[in-house]
């Protein structure tokens, strides 16, 4: 029986998914150079990680020479609204205005940032409307 791919990534999954992303492309010692320095992972557990992502098809990977050049193959913005999605429905009921309402009731959310919601709130509703 085929194990069923995962289309969430782990926590340390997402920390190398997010710098193959802000590169475009690199090979496992490209991304581990990007991680903070306390980070301190082997070469190896560098490529498990990526081998990992490219069986569950996040990322595919060319040979140049002896060493694997890797790419995304699943744009950051899509993966975002994925796991926006599963958040909802997991953590919310399946209620998107639930999920809004606990972000514009944090506290430290700044006058400018809530300007931003209602002005990207507003978009919408007049691009639907009209």
């Known amino acids: 029986m085929k194990k069923k791919k995962s289309e969430l990534l782990t926590e340390v999954e997402l920390e ?3 710098e193959l992303w802000a590169i475009g492309e690199g090979t496992v010692r490209d991304v581990l150079d990007r ?22 098809d996040f990322v595919t990977s060319r040979k140049e020479g002896k060493t694997l050049i890797y790419t995304p193959t699943l744009a950051k913005d899509i993966y975002q609204t994925r796991s926006l999605k599963d ?8 209620t998107p ?6 972000l514009v009731d944090d ?3 700044t006058e400018e940032a809530l300007g931003q919601i209602r002005a990207l709130v507003d ?5 639907d409307g009209g």
């Open 16 to 18: 190398f998914m997010n």
């Open 35 to 56: 991680l903070p320095d306390d980070r301190d992972l082997a070469y190896t557990s560098g490529a498990t990680i990526l081998r990992i992502l490219e069986q569950k």
């Open 87 to 94: 958040l909802s429905m997991k953590l919310f009921d399946d």
């Open 97 to 102: 205005a639930t999920l809004v309402a606990r």
């Open 107 to 109: 506290e430290t959310l």
């Open 123 to 127: 978009r919408r509703l007049k691009n």
